[in-house]
Nanobody, 114 residues
């Protein structure tokens, strides 16, 4: 049983950067694949990035080359480094396992606008 709390969102101009953090509780954190999701208005929840316990990563086509997922098992924390932000990145971001538990929290809002 792992719970997640997201933070680090905010307002940025196009081309800017943000680093999101996901604080996890539970001893199983290091054994699961951690993932970042986002859900824009009128769209289904999108799987953005994943990282396995062995370090294998995968990204959606829309963020590949711009976003990087990382984890720090000592801190029970996952991160999403977002560079070259675009207005289309604007939405609420969530962290969870993959496959997800579907116990979604509040997420953290990212807004990219001029």
């Amino acid at each position: 049983q792992v719970q997640f709390v997201e933070s680090g969102g905010g307002l940025k101009q196009p081309g800017g950067s943000l680093r999101l953090a996901c604080a996890a509780s539970g001893s199983a954190f290091r054994t699961l694949t951690v993932a970042w999701y986002r859900q824009a208005p009128g769209k289904q929840r999108e799987l953005v990035a994943t990282r396995t316990p062995s370090g294998t990563t995968d990204y959606s086509n829309s963020v590949r080359g711009r976003f990087t997922i990382a984890r720090d098992n000592a801190k029970n924390t996952a991160y999403l480094q977002m560079n070259a932000l675009k207005p289309d990145d604007t939405t609420v971001y969530y962290c969870d396992a993959n496959p997800p538990s579907n116990h979604w929290g509040q997420g953290t809002q990212v807004t990219v606008s001029t």
